[in-house]
């Protein structure tokens, strides 16, 4: 009965505007923009990891073999 995430967070917890804001980076300095949302990327994804929830709405699909799933007859 796997339980598998069809659709993953469409958006991130912060914008790259904020991370730069609260890095006092200035939002004339674009060079390091991609590396930036990769980074806020993966934090989220560690912070799921870790703490087994999910920071966003997100699509899951549930499939089992039978229904009520068990043993049964």
């Known amino acids: ?5 069809s659709i993953d967070a469409t958006a991130e917890p ?3 505007a904020q991370a ?9 300095f674009t060079t390091d ?3 930036i949302g990769g980074l ?3 934090a989220r994804q ?4 870790s703490t087994r ?6 699509t899951w699909v549930f499939k089992c073999d039978k229904f009520p799933p ?3 007859p």
């Open 1 to 5: 009965m796997p339980l598998n995430r």
């Open 14 to 16: 912060i914008t790259t």
């Open 20 to 28: 730069k804001e609260h890095l006092n980076i200035t939002s004339s």
């Open 33 to 35: 923009d991609t590396l």
């Open 40 to 42: 806020i990327q993966l």
């Open 46 to 49: 560690q912070c799921e990891e």
């Open 53 to 58: 929830r999910s920071l966003n709405a997100q």
């Open 70 to 72: 068990g043993d049964g």
